[in-house]
């Protein structure tokens, strides 16, 4: 196990960087899977009933000959309710995959207790969650104004996570501290996300297939004037499948973010370097 341990701290470039996520992965695959079975999942099973209630309704009213209002007859609920468990399933998933990085990084080899990684995320749950809303809010609004600051925005705070976990870094430090370390490396961040992103969507969508089938089946009965073949218990069990395989399939953007952030902070800070010449001038 020890000779397969991955050296984080260390300057990447843009190959290294999609080798090294995948290798992290390889080693670590029964923890990180473990971890999200018992931490993620069950966050993402209750995702899936209320995104798939949700579902059904707009199919009965769209079968009924009414005009889907997503706010009407308990929608909005659903779906007020659908993206609170999103959010709470995407800050458990992210604090799970950091703070296992962060582990890692201090073990000697791939054991990690994932009782430690527990402990360890209870503490940082909630600050990722309102992370993730600030950043959002912030993303949000330079979409408004115009497309380029948004997508510039999202890039650089993709490493404010990884800074709150690492460094210990507040809210406000974090996002400070995201523009200096992605300086003079954005368009490799952004190729690398937007490439982890589209090999992550591909392996999803799997498990979004049976969803698809399903609606368009009920959608072709809605043609023909057949009477509604919608099911909640169908819409449910579907929207279940489709919700865990995206809460699986964030490993790969997350533990990629995980090895950006050391490649940028050696890059930038040399801190793996800096160890190396302590430990020889200790030795002498």
């Not at 997508?151 to 709150?164: D, H, K, N, R, T």
Request: aromatic share 14%; hydrophobic share 50%; with cysteine.
């Amino acid at each position: 196990m020890t000779s397969n341990k991955l050296q984080l701290e260390k300057n990447r470039d843009f190959g290294e960087l999609f080798n090294d996520t995948f290798l992290f992965i390889k080693y670590n695959f029964k923890n990180l899977l473990m971890g999200m079975i018992y931490f993620v999942i069950p966050f993402a099973l209750l995702q899936g009933i209320a995104l798939g209630v949700y579902q059904y309704q707009a199919l009965s009213s769209i079968s009924m000959g009414q005009v889907s209002n997503p706010f009407t007859n308990g929608g909005g609920s659903a779906i007020l309710i659908t993206y609170l468990f999103m959010l709470i399933t995407y800050s458990f998933s992210m604090s799970f995959v950091m703070q296992y990085i962060k582990l890692y990084k201090s073990a000697e080899g791939n054991d990690i207790e994932l009782k430690q990684v527990w402990k360890l995320m209870l503490g940082v749950v909630p600050k990722i969650f309102l992370t993730i809303i600030v950043i959002g809010l912030i993303s949000g609004i330079g979409f408004i104004f115009l497309l380029i600051p948004g997508i510039y925005l999202m890039i650089c705070f993709s490493l404010v996570i990884p800074i709150i976990v690492f460094q210990g870094d507040s809210l406000g430090e974090a996002l400070s501290a995201c523009f200096s370390l992605i300086k003079n490396n954005w368009w490799l961040t952004f190729g690398f996300l937007l490439i982890l992103g589209l090999i992550a969507g591909a392996l999803q969508f799997a498990f979004q297939i049976p969803t698809t089938i399903y609606q368009a089946m009920t959608a072709f009965h809605m043609v023909q004037n057949e009477p509604s073949s919608a099911s909640q218990s169908l819409s449910i069990l579907f929207s279940i499948i489709q919700s865990i395989g995206a809460s699986l399939m964030q490993i790969i953007p997350f533990i990629g973010i995980g090895i950006l952030y050391f490649s940028l902070v050696e890059q930038k800070q040399n801190p793996a370097l800096l160890k190396e010449l302590e430990s020889v001038g200790a030795d002498e």
